[in-house]
């Protein structure tokens, strides 16, 4: 991964303003990326500019990226910009932060053809045959979290945090609530959980949050908050590690064996016992080759699941050391169970509105029909 990230990095400033930077290929037309935010996070924007290359590596596009950079403010105008004066053929880019704003302007860009990733699965694309959107059952993965960490757990109480009070954030949330509430209700338990969401949405305010989750008891968090996460990282690692049974549960990518290879120094990186993956990288490289191709699946919204390899734990070698035998049995046991629909995971877009997912959350003798 750092690899393909230090291409763009040595050829172009990560100043906070859009820009943009081509590499050439062959005559087979032209690919803009725009990530959302900055790249070199780790996670959203990386993994979807790794698509983009990876699309444009197989068949030779003149690949441009432009960088939305974290302004909220400017994001969209800088997407809109891009497209107006590239005239690509194709375009990736995320997702449910800008996707209402790109589609009130799609008639402006019907020769270009879309895959948007990190969607919501409530939105539908049924009106424009030029997009494929890309949803994730972030749920599934993060029911198979709660449960991992319902497992390990040593002093009975874990956690999660949140980047924000969202409805893809609150999606997360959902699947481990489920996830806990299931293993209590089966293996007749009774793991506490708390859960906080970030009043300060950096590294430093997820560092704060996590550390008070530890401090109060919970000994395994999940930390539904990205990049943020090297926060949580280092929060587990002053509560005491991995040898005192802090652990942290990453999310949308694998943050162990990111920060294993990185160049910086991660403080806590072993205590990171494995991540809900969402697959946004292979999910993007599929989609997008089948819309070249011409058999995409135009005007829909793919949400990948657990079953289709969408979503899930990573099992890498960190895991496999830290992980007991029993755990790694019931947790296939349990993946397997939601591959074949005998556990049916609720997501958060299930709920009638924001109050009853809240009674779920808040509560946790809730449990849903």
């Known amino acids: 991964m750092k690899k393909k990230l230090a291409a763009v990095v040595i050829g172009m400033s990560m100043a906070a303003a859009a820009f943009g930077m081509n590499a050439s290929a062959d005559e087979g037309g032209k690919l803009l990326f725009f990530a959302i935010g900055n790249l070199g996070d780790m996670g959203i924007n990386d993994l979807g500019w790794y698509a983009a290359q990876n699309v444009a590596d197989k068949y030779g596009l003149e690949l441009t990226v432009v960088e939305g950079t974290n302004d909220a403010s400017v994001r969209t105008t800088s997407l809109l910009d891009a497209l107006e004066t590239g005239g690509y053929d194709y375009c990736i880019t995320a997702s449910w932060y800008i996707q209402d ?14 895959v948007i990733y990190d969607t919501s699965p409530l939105t539908s694309f049924a009106d424009y045959d030029n997009i494929t959107g890309i949803s994730f059952r972030q749920d599934e993965g993060s029911f198979m979290a709660g449960v ?18 969202s409805p893809i954030l609150n999606d997360f949330v959902t699947g ?11 293996y007749d338990k009774d793991v506490q959980y708390d859960m906080a969401y970030l009043s300060d949405a950096t590294i430093a305010g997820d560092y704060e949050t996590a550390s008070v989750l530890y401090g109060s008891g919970c000994d395994v968090v999940y930390n539904i908050a990205g990049t943020y996460g090297l926060g949580c990282a280092q929060a587990s690692e002053e509560a005491g590690g991995y040898e005192k049974g802090r652990l942290m549960v990453g999310v949308d990518y694998d943050q162990y064996s990111v920060y294993e290879k990185s160049d910086s120094e991660v403080v806590g990186k072993e205590n990171v016992a494995t991540s809900m993956q969402k697959k946004i990288e292979e999910s993007v490289t599929d989609a997008m080759s089948k819309v070249i191709e011409g058999n995409g699946a135009m005007a829909e919204n793919v949400r990948y699941t657990l079953a289709m390899g969408g979503v899930g734990l990573a099992y890498n070698d960190h895991y496999e050391e830290l992980t007991p035998d029993d755990v790694k049995t019931t947790i296939s046991e349990v993946e397997q169970k939601i591959k074949d629909g005998e556990i049916v995971v609720p997501s958060y877009f299930d709920f009638a509105d924001y109050d009853e997912f809240a009674a779920f959350r808040d509560d946790p003798d809730a449990r849903l029909d």
């Open 101 to 114: 704003d790109l589609l009130a302007n799609m008639d402006n860009y019907s020769d270009t053809k879309f």
């Open 148 to 165: 991992y960490q319902c497992l390990m757990t040593q002093t009975g109480k874990i956690g999660a945090v949140a980047s924000q009070d």
């Open 176 to 186: 481990w609530l489920a996830g806990v509430k299931y293993y209590n209700d089966t």
